[in-house]
Structures are given as structure tokens and as C-alpha cells.
Antibody, heavy 122, light 112 residues
Framework: QLHLQEWGPGLVKPSETLSLTCTVS??????????WGWIRQPPGKGLEWIASIYYNGNTYYNPSLTSRVTISVDTSKNQFSLKVNSVTAADTAVYYC??????????????WGQGSLVTVSS | NFMLTQPHAVSESPGRTVTISCTRSSGSFASNYVQWYQQRPGSAPTTVIYENKERPSGVPDRFSGSIGSSSNSASLTISGLKTEDEADYYC???????????FGTGTKVTVL
């Protein structure tokens, strides 16, 4: 059964870089035909897609975040990662990683990790 | 970029049926499918409908999805409501022109 787990610092200072990693178990990122994505949810608010990546490094980003965000993949560790630069309080959120089904007519996420709360505060 | 608009909240009694709408500001669900996610308090979202009307294994057939005749609206219907259905529900679709994935505003379902 596929399982995803996010991990990283729970507290980041303003203007610094937020870094998160998602470890995938139950499937091989390098041998699968899926994308892998990050989604975030500020406390009490809705969901926002951040970015997605394929095992070969092909990426796409939410245009509203692309200038501050980098997504990467390490197939040897079966992990993918997210970096968000120059964070502010508005980046405080629960960050989820998820398998991303991407095709001509469809784009959806399943399953999701349990989520990792990242707070931006000095 | 397009937006997906949902009612803020709906409520209904156990055993009844509730329908949640999702309206796309531009584009079509016929060419960019809609998904529906359930998010219980304190938990990650889970998929209840994908590709407009498909149900993942393990999701009861009380959950059904459809798109409207104009293809810019979608609905999630939950029949035979149970207290366990009380959650936030989000629709989600894609903008193929801008390679943008968008989530709806979310609907809180309360089972009275």
C-alpha cells in the first residue's frame, strides 16, 4: 500500500527558506508513471496546489508561487522535496505531499501524506 | 486563471441527501475533469470522486459525482447521510492553458 510521509522543521523564521521532504513507501518513484506533488493549507483555510514533479525531473509550478518555490526529486532515496524561499507569515500552513495522477484530461491527488505544519515566526 | 466556487456550508439530517455544487468560472469540466475530496477535522484530504464521476475503491456508493449540461458546473451528491460524512469537501480541476491545478473554496457539510 502506498504511503507518503512529510518531514522537516516545524518552525521557520521570516525571510528564511522552508524545506520539506516527502518519503514514499510502497512504490518506486523512479519506476512509476506518476507525478508527485505538494499542496498546502493555511490554518482554517482552503487548499492550494504548489508544485509537482516527475521522476525524470519534469516539473510544473503554481504560477503564483513559482518565483519562490523549487521542487526536486531523489529517486535513489525514493523522496521528493520542496523549498520555499523568503517566507513570510502567509506561508504558515499544513504542507501535504501526494501522488499526482496527471494526464490529458485529468489531474488529481491520491493518496496524501498526513501533513506537516510549518509555522513562520521569529 | 479560473476559480472554482462552492457553497460555504450545507446541512442536512441523517439519512437524507445533500448535493454540493462546484462552478467553474471559465473552461469546461468536460475537457478538464473534476475531483472531490473529503477532509475530516484534523486529517488529510481523501478522494471520494475522481474524473467527474468515478469512485475509488472503498468509497461507498452513497457518494456520486456529475457534471452539468453546460460542463462548467459539477455536483457531489451524498445520499443516506451519516454522521461520519460530516467534513469539508473540496472540488478540484485543472487549467490546461496555464498548467494550473485549482481547488474549490470548500464546503462544510454538517449532519444535524
Amino acid at each position: 500500500q502506498l504511503h507518503l510521509q512529510e518531514w522537516g522543521p516545524g518552525l521557520v523564521k521570516p525571510s528564511e527558506t522552508l524545506s520539506l521532504t516527502c518519503t514514499v513507501s510502497g512504490d518506486s518513484i523512479g519506476r512509476s508513471s506518476y507525478y508527485w506533488g505538494w499542496i498546502r493549507q493555511p490554518p482554517g483555510k482552503g487548499l492550494e496546489w504548489i508544485a509537482s514533479i516527475y521522476y525524470n525531473g519534469n516539473t510544473y509550478y503554481n504560477p503564483s508561487l513559482t518565483s519562490r518555490v523549487t521542487i526536486s526529486v531523489d529517486t535513489s532515496k525514493n523522496q521528493f522535496s520542496l523549498k520555499v524561499n523568503s517566507v513570510t507569515a502567509a506561508d504558515t500552513a499544513v504542507y501535504y505531499c501526494a501522488r499526482h495522477f496527471a494526464g490529458g484530461n485529468f489531474n488529481w491527488f491520491d493518496p496524501w501524506g498526513q501533513g506537516s505544519l510549518v509555522t513562520v515566526s521569529s | 486563471n479560473f476559480m472554482l466556487t462552492q457553497p460555504h456550508a450545507v446541512s442536512e439530517s441523517p439519512g437524507r441527501t445533500v448535493t454540493i455544487s462546484c462552478t467553474r468560472s471559465s473552461g469546461s469540466f468536460a475537457s478538464n475533469y473534476v475531483q472531490w475530496y473529503q477532509q475530516r477535522p484534523g486529517s488529510a484530504p481523501t478522494t471520494v470522486i475522481y474524473e467527474n464521476k468515478e469512485r475509488p475503491s472503498g468509497v461507498p456508493d452513497r457518494f456520486s459525482g456529475s457534471i452539468g449540461s453546460s460542463s462548467n458546473s459539477a455536483s457531489l451528491t451524498i445520499s443516506g447521510l451519516k454522521t461520519e460524512d460530516e467534513a469539508d469537501y473540496y472540488c478540484q480541476s485543472y487549467d490546461s492553458n496555464n498548467h494550473l491545478i485549482v481547488f474549490g473554496t470548500g464546503t462544510k457539510v454538517t449532519v444535524l
